[in-house]
């Protein structure tokens, strides 16, 4: 394994018995593997659990081509480590100390972080200048926008006979919303070609459906007005016409019922005078 000078290496040993409760001192011994040089000894401390650790720092490398080092980790039964353990072995790892290869010549990594940003920026640039929308030509929108105008200021509501009808508020209410959708239209601002902005085109449609739905839904309220006044007169009518009616034929019949009975009586008592015809033939 390969390591770079001055680098923190953590030392680790654990009993292979989880259930061992003797009591273990266990030190670690860092040599040069090719001379046998002791470089330096350390114990390591217990952490419970048959977990021994400690650190060191990685020594340097004099000659820059790489230094090979072994780590020997041994088991001790007494606090003066002198007697080895019988059950545990020695655990052995093996290190090379050497520094990554330098970009920028020996002494370290030298990285041109303003070369990268150059070459994301210009990355970045030529996407931005491909998602550039090009330019594009309004005029189909504006003619159809000019076709609605046309639509709704061409709207004529009928007239109608009953006088008592007075269609100057509707009328004036679709002059006033008609001036309205123009200035609206007349408001529009068609956008620059590299900037394309068609949030106004979309406000004014909205507004002229808003004042579309408002001229149908007056058009609706009057035409059942008119048809609830209407219907009401002609209801009434037929009752009056029925009541005089029926007024009628009660009349009728009770005229001939006294007709019928006056031609009896006379038929009856034919030598009694008759006053209503002496009252309109007096005698001379």
Do not use: C, W
Request: aromatic share 6%; no cysteine.
């Amino acid at each position: 394994m390969q390591i770079e000078p001055q680098y923190t290496l953590p030392l680790v040993y654990e009993l292979t018995d989880p259930f061992d409760t003797g009591v273990y001192y266990v030190r670690a011994v860092i040599r040069d593997s090719l001379s046998g040089e002791t470089l330096q000894t350390i114990n390591l401390i217990d952490k419970g659990n048959g977990r021994y650790t400690n650190s060191i720092s990685a020594p340097q490398d004099p000659t820059g081509q790489g230094r090979h080092i072994d780590v020997v980790i041994s088991i001790y039964t007494d606090a003066g480590y002198t007697t080895l353990s019988q059950t545990y072995q020695n655990k052995i790892d093996k290190f090379l100390i050497k520094r990554s290869v330098s970009f920028g010549g020996a002494g370290g990594v030298d990285v041109d972080y303003l070369k990268i940003q150059k070459m994301i920026d210009i990355s970045v640039q030529k996407i931005i200048e491909g998602t550039k929308s090009q330019p594009m030509s309004l005029e189909p929108v504006i003619g159809q926008i000019k076709g609605l105008e046309k639509v709704i200021t061409g709207i004529k509501m009928p007239t109608f006979e009953q006088k008592q009808q007075d269609m100057s508020p509707i009328i004036s209410s679709i002059e006033k919303n008609s001036k309205a959708i123009l200035k609206e239209i007349g408001s529009i601002e068609i956008p620059k070609p590299k900037d394309v902005d068609l949030y106004p085109i979309v406000s004014a449609l909205e507004k002229v459906q808003s004042v579309v739905d408002s001229i149908f839904e007056a058009v609706n309220k009057l035409k059942n007005g008119i048809l609830e006044t209407i219907g009401s007169s002609i209801k009434s009518a037929f009752k009056i016409n029925t009541d005089r009616s029926q007024k009628l034929k009660q009349l009728i019949s009770e005229l001939s019922a006294q007709e019928n009975q006056d031609v009896s009586n006379e038929i009856k008592s034919p030598e009694k005078p008759n006053k209503e015809i002496d009252n309109y033939f007096p005698k001379p």
